[in-house]
């Protein structure tokens, strides 16, 4: 019997579409296109975020993905959250994002520095809490 092979679409989406899938199979055509589609849907556990939302509203999706995961240990739901470039949160009204189990988080900028958040990304399970973590 022939082994099966996988084509893998170039850039970080399509790592994040693969291992998004349960089953572990490519999603749809694996050959990039030469034009980005207008919209792209990531399924609805794949959350994309923008510079232009409120903090509140992307506050309260990451808060929501959190409670969710947080002790999901064995759970079989995958996130990703994913962030356009641009600047998140300001010294007023950070963005604070809890990881639970089972979740990404991932700045979809060409740089490092095209993603800032203000305030903090932290990976907190049953286990660590704010207060005994090794912060």
Not at 13 to 33: E, F, S, V
Not at 83 to 103: D, E, I, N, R
């Amino acid at each position: 019997m022939p082994r099966p092979t996988h084509r893998v679409r170039s850039g970080v989406a399509a790592l994040l579409l693969a291992a998004m899938t349960t089953n572990g199979t490519a999603a749809a055509d694996p050959r990039p296109t030469s034009t980005p589609a207008a919209h792209t849907d990531f399924g609805p556990n794949g959350k994309i975020f923008d510079p232009t939302m409120p903090v509140r509203e992307i506050q309260a999706i990451v808060d929501a993905v959190a409670h969710q995961q947080i002790d999901d240990e064995m759970g079989t739901r995958r996130y990703a959250l994913l962030f356009k470039p641009g600047t998140y949160g300001t010294a007023s009204a950070p963005l604070h994002v809890q990881v639970g189990y089972y979740t990404e988080v991932a700045g979809l900028g060409a740089a490092p520095t095209d993603v800032v958040i203000n305030g903090h990304v932290d990976v907190y399970n049953r286990c660590l809490t704010p207060t005994n973590s090794s912060r």
